[in-house]
């Protein structure tokens, strides 16, 4: 897994089960999702977690939105279900992008994380579906779900 400041402390204040999603394993995890929640009685919440500026707020990411909309767009491809707007917002994001690697790789982080010297991990963060490990936090460490 690659490490999410944000999404580590999101992950680490949620109740219930939490898993990590990416582009690289949307498709894996909407599976996972599907076979056990998305129900009105077993509700599933997708956060796009983003990340922080210096200043701490909050830096919404694309990458986060895309990997969201990959989620659902995979899980509406799985089940039928009741869409909040901002879940429907993300897979009308997810389908819209001409190429999900070429705009992460243009947006802020992929630029920020490439001045950085991180591009490969860049590069590894765009592999749409190459993946299909559902990391599911446990006793306050992702195992494979």
Request: proline share 6%.
């Amino acid at each position: 897994m690659l490490p999410s400041p944000n999404g580590s402390a999101i992950a680490a204040a949620a109740s219930g089960v939490v898993v990590a999603a990416c582009l690289r394993n949307a498709t894996a995890v909407a599976a996972w999702l599907s076979d056990r929640y998305g129900s009105r009685e077993a509700p599933v919440t997708v956060v796009a977690a983003g990340e922080r500026w210096p200043d701490g707020s909050l830096r919404p990411a694309v990458e986060d939105l895309l990997g969201a909309g990959a989620v659902l767009a995979a899980l509406a491809d799985a089940r039928d279900f009741e869409a909040s707007p901002e879940a429907a917002l993300a897979r009308v994001a997810h389908a819209g992008v001409k190429s999900v690697a070429e705009t992460v790789r243009r947006c802020v982080s992929g630029v920020e994380l490439e001045h950085l010297g991180f591009g490969a991990d860049v590069d590894v963060a765009v592999e749409v579906d190459a993946s299909e490990v559902v990391p599911v936090l446990t006793g306050g460490a992702f195992q494979p779900g």
